[in-house]
């Protein structure tokens, strides 16, 4: 795994940014879903994705020592799951890995933090405390597959990475589609993998 955190660790460090002061709802637990054959579905939040099959699609063991990594410094990512990590390159690759990660929380219902807009709005402000060197557009609506997303880009270091943010939310789950990558080919690449989005709502 640290070949991973090596290639997209400020990927990682935005995405636990978000809604840093959510808790859980007591005894709730957030359903990971499972990939067999190229396809991500989550049976209980009733959503499916059609991966890569060329691409490498880490474990839900493999995602959750991922998380329990950053969750050792990162108290904001104490309340989060990695539902699914799939990059174009193997692991400890000598080049940038275009990669999605989708997180999920649970919303709490004696927070402010309601909607998909609250959660990126307070990504920015976390952002901007930390005075990291980005780019941020505006935040706008976007479908991805069968959903409306509230979406955002941001670019890093003058662009040496770029994220897309998608985010959106199944009852009171938040879902955080987040896409990294450099150049607009491949950028490309991962939407189409996005594209087919499936969510039964």
């Known amino acids: 795994m640290k070949e991973y955190l090596k290639i997209t660790p400020v990927f990682l460090l935005v995405l636990f940014f978000l809604s840093g002061c959510q808790t859980k709802k007591s005894g709730e637990i ?3 879903g499972k990939v067999e054959n190229s396809i991500y579905e ?3 939040l009733q959503v499916t994705l059609q991966l890569n099959p060329k691409w490498i699609t880490l474990s839900q063991k493999e995602n959750q020592q991922l998380l329990e990594n ?8 104490k309340d989060k799951k990695i539902l ?3 990059m174009k390159f193997p692991l400890g690759i000598d080049k940038f890995n275009p990669n999605i990660l989708l997180i999920a ?4 219902e004696n927070q402010k933090l309601k909607t998909p807009t609250d959660f990126l709005k307070l990504t920015l402000k976390e952002l901007k405390d ?3 060197n980005i780019d941020v557009s505006t935040i706008e609506s976007k479908k991805i597959g069968t959903i409306s997303a509230k979406s955002m880009d941001l670019i890093f270091e003058n662009g040496q990475l770029k994220q897309r943010y998608y985010t959106f939310n199944i009852d009171d789950i938040m879902l955080n589609f987040v896409v990294s990558f450099q150049k607009e080919d491949e950028l490309l690449e991962l939407e189409n993998i996005l594209q087919t989005l499936h969510v039964e709502k």
């Open 30 to 32: 957030i359903p990971l």
């Open 42 to 44: 989550n049976k209980e």
């Open 70 to 77: 950053y969750q050792k410094e990162n108290v904001s990512a």
């Open 84 to 86: 699914l990590t799939t």
């Open 105 to 108: 929380e649970i919303i709490n």
């Open 130 to 132: 930390k005075m990291l």
